[in-house]
């Protein structure tokens, strides 16, 4: 990126109960919050909500870095102990690179 460039930032939610609107995706918004405390070069964020499903999770990933144009993309949700809960698995069989710790 070169001076006065922006970062594009990818948000993805992964919930079943979010993607079909039984609820509210609180998770997304409050990444967000945090990127508009924590950074102060200029960014914008795109923002998606699919259900726990491996392979509308990886889809969604993959849109959002060769479509959308997002250099980042952080993920939420999917991540607990029911065989629903595919987060990983989907991010991993996608990227290029892991970055330990950053996840």
Do not use: Q
């Not at 006065?4 to 918004?29: H, K, M, N, Q």
């Not at 952080?74 to 595919?86: L, M, Q, S, Y």
Request: glycine share 10%; charged share 25%; with cysteine.
């Amino acid at each position: 990126m070169g001076v006065g460039e922006f970062c594009r930032f990818g948000v993805l939610t992964a919930s079943d109960r979010a993607s079909s609107g039984e609820y509210v995706d609180l998770s997304g918004p409050a990444i967000e919050g945090f990127l508009e405390e924590a950074l102060t070069s200029p960014w914008e964020v795109e923002r998606a909500i699919v259900p726990d499903e491996r392979h509308e999770i990886a889809s969604s990933l993959i849109d959002m870095v060769d479509n959308r144009g997002c250099s980042v993309v952080v993920t939420t949700g999917g991540t607990g102990p029911a065989p629903r809960d595919v987060t990983p698995e989907a991010t991993t069989s996608v990227c290029d690179k892991m970055l330990p710790g950053f996840a």
